[in-house]
């Protein structure tokens, strides 16, 4: 654990590449939502409320973790370390659509940032991703974000875990009934749990990461056989 | 390290062709309490296929437990490992208990490892490490299934930690997978929506097999979902093979679903399929 350095300036820029507007193309994605949704697993306000806290779970035993390691090796400039947090995460992605979502948004930001904010650090990003020296996952590209904007480690982990239950409420938004007031409602009602699973999972190491969620992989899976195709997989 | 006797088992198997191209045991070293006797050859559709059973004389795994198991299997070699019966992890008062497993398969291998299921008891906690090194051309059925603790004792996610974790690479060291769980129902209840729901049994299965294989599996393999069964099928990357997960409401369903899996593993690679399970299994 460790106290955030942010600044104003810094949390700015956070909220700048964390909001959906940012293009990395996250609302091309549902995270299985959509799957869950036509074979009827998810079908209310409750049922989603329930897929989002098994999301942000998830991403707190596995994504969030990459997160830390990539940020502080990062931080330090050992990118040896980074590096085989990129893949290590990469690994424990077994479905193609989780493969495909971490890095297709991974590419895009990594490509943004050496676009619009050029560092050492995010020019050599990009061109490792680019040569396949690493595979540029979304919370390893997040942690360059994080490094090269200034942001501190607790308030990129509040972004990513933002992000994992914006992108799924917004799927939500065009999958079913759904109200805005609701899906807003749900977002700040799941808010506290992300201090939560930082103080549960934020100390752990990168040889700690698990991926055990088997609701959310039979979405998964259902949705690369499913019919409906808003989102890709 | 230093255990009491009983307390570190070791079991270290090397499976190679013989002239006739039978798969036979040449390698066995064992340190109780892990116990193999020797490799049966009962499987009527795979007359040459090593059959071995791992049995413990201990019992339950116990506090303070230590396993070690090294499983090589030969080029071109065929091997079916299984349980004699359920492991049950014990209650534990001051440790864990702890299992590494090895298990390589070298050029043109086949290995179905589809050992009963595992019973962690109230306050137990267990954790393994299994590596899987596969050559492209092997072929692999690795399974694993887990209870939620001796339900009819009243025991249901009792347990304090339950954690394997599946490593696969290749002899290269190029990793192909990994899959890790860590069960601890005091920080997330296996019974949320997510996870389990409602069911209490969960079956993991890593299968490895050419790209070929793979690809007709997967054609095969549909998601299902009911009250009380669900099984979901995850496409590994450059079709290196298929992550299944099973959960459901006992442990039949689940066995019955992988022994279905491996029969059609078995029928693409090896034109057979499985004979009937024995009725006292």
Known sequence: MCSDTSTLLSLFRLAWISDSAFPVGSFSFSMGLEGAVESGLVGDASTLEEYVVGLLYNAAECDCIALIEAFRAASNGDHSRLVDADHRLLSFKSSHEARAMTTKMGGRLAGLLRSICPTALTEEFYRWGAEGVTPTTYPVAQAVAGVALGVGERSLYAAHLYGVANTALSAAMRLMRLSHYTSQEILYRLSPLCEELYNLYGGLSIEDMTSFAPTLELALSLHERGKSRLFMN | ?281
């Open chain 2, 1 to 281: 390290m230093t255990l009491a006797r009983g307390k570190y088992g070791v079991l270290e198997m090397g499976f190679e062709q013989d002239s006739l191209g039978r798969t036979v045991l040449r390698h066995l070293h064992r340190e109780v309490p892990l116990i193999v006797q020797q490799a049966l050859y009962f499987d009527e559709s795979l007359p040459t296929m090593a059959c071995v059973y791992i049995l413990s004389s201990g019992g339950p795994n116990l506090d303070g437990d230590r396993f070690e198991v090294e499983v090589e299997l030969g080029k071109e070699t065929m091997a079916h490992i299984s349980t004699g019966a359920a492991t049950v992890i014990a209650s534990m008062e001051h440790d864990c208990a702890r299992q590494r497993q090895s298990i390589t398969l070298d050029e043109g291998a086949y290995l179905e490892w589809l050992p009963r299921p595992m019973i962690p008891c109230a306050h137990s906690r267990y954790g393994s490490t299994t590596e899987l090194i596969v050559a492209p051309s092997a072929t692999l059925i690795f399974s694993e299934v887990v209870a939620c603790g001796r339900l009819h004792s009243g025991e249901c996610f009792d347990y304090d930690d339950f954690s394997p974790s599946t490593l696969v690479c290749r002899p290269s060291g190029e990793v192909v997978v990994r899959d890790a769980l860590r069960l601890i129902p005091s920080h997330h209840s296996p019974t949320h929506w997510a996870l389990l729901g409602e069911h209490t049994h969960f079956g993991s299965v890593v299968i490895i097999s050419p790209a070929k294989v793979t690809a007709q599996l997967y054609a095969e393999l549909h998601p299902e979902v009911t009250e009380e069964f669900s099984l979901s099928v995850a496409r590994l990357a450059e079709d290196a093979g298929l992550i299944v997960r099973l959960t459901g409401l006992g442990s039949e369903r689940i066995l019955r679903a992988i022994r279905s899996l491996c029969s059609l593993l078995r029928f693409h690679t090896k034109g057979v399929t499985l004979p009937r399970e024995f009725p006292w299994r």
